[in-house]
């Protein structure tokens, strides 16, 4: 069975750092693009940044280029999220997606159909 396993959230306050971690079991990861989203209350699920099957392109919504880093590590099946400089906005719950892309990434909510259970990451003072 296809699962995404986020982990890596947590209390942090701004301009501190945290890395995320999304691990896959029961497929491998190679064929597949990932993205990293994130869902405030009260607003919609957004696409923060994504990565192409080989980890050669990503991608990044405006709002975290510069202070975000995903990467990944095929041979351990898992993508990270690297967290940087946060801001209060940054408070979310993160969850990561799969989706079977040969070419590119995206960060669109649509475009992905296997979804992790989410982590929370407060920033906060």
């Known amino acids: 069975q296809l699962q995404l396993v986020e982990s890596g959230g947590g209390l942090v306050q701004p301009g501190g750092s945290l890395r995320l971690s999304c691990a896959a079991s029961g497929f491998t990861l190679d064929y597949y693009s990932i993205g990293w989203f994130r869902q405030a209350p009260g607003k919609e699920r957004e696409g923060v940044a994504c990565i192409n099957r080989r980890g050669a392109l990503t991608n990044y919504a405006d709002s975290v280029k510069g202070r975000f880093t995903i990467s990944r590590d095929n041979a351990k099946n898992t993508v990270f999220l690297q967290m940087n400089s946060l801001k209060l906005e940054d408070s979310a719950v993160y969850y990561c997606?799969?989706?079977?892309?040969?070419?590119?990434?995206?960060?669109?909510?649509?475009?992905?159909?296997?979804w992790g259970q989410g982590t929370q990451v407060t920033v906060s003072s």
């Open positions: 997606a799969a989706v079977r892309m040969y070419f590119g990434c995206s960060r669109r909510v649509d475009e992905y159909d296997n």
